[in-house]
């Protein structure tokens, strides 16, 4: 013998599935939430970590100018150009990205 499910009426699927959308929103908000306060944990840390990459590629960079300084003057040049092409390379890969983002 086979059960048929009761029918619902308009009003129970529109209380239904009001419910569900609530619940659905409900949900997104915590996850936004949720979102919000990972980065706000998280930027901290990763503006920081920043911060010591950039100190620690100027002191490479000092390091290096420093290193140069101590050569002949045709080292000097030969070391600059290549530390001149080095850099050029990191540029283009660096506005390479930016147009990507901006895009």
Same mark, same amino acid.
């Given at each position: 013998m086979r059960t048929v499910?009761?029918?619902m009426s308009q009003e129970e699927i529109k209380e239904k599935a009001g419910k569900m959308f609530r619940s659905?929103?409900?949900l997104a908000s915590s996850l936004t939430d949720a979102a919000h306060? $990972? @980065?706000?944990?998280t930027a901290p840390k990763l503006t920081?970590?920043? &911060?010591? $990459? @950039?100190?620690?590629?100027?002191?490479?960079?000092s390091d290096a100018? &420093?290193?140069v300084d101590r050569r002949?003057?045709?080292e000097q040049i030969q070391l600059l150009t290549a530390?001149?092409?080095f850099l050029q390379k990191q540029n283009e890969y660096i506005e390479r990205r930016l147009r990507e983002k901006k895009e």
């Open positions: 499910a009761p029918v659905a929103q409900d306060q $990972q @980065l706000a944990a920081n970590a920043l &911060d010591t $990459q @950039l100190d620690n590629a100027a002191k490479a960079f100018i &420093d290193a002949t003057a045709q530390y001149k092409s």
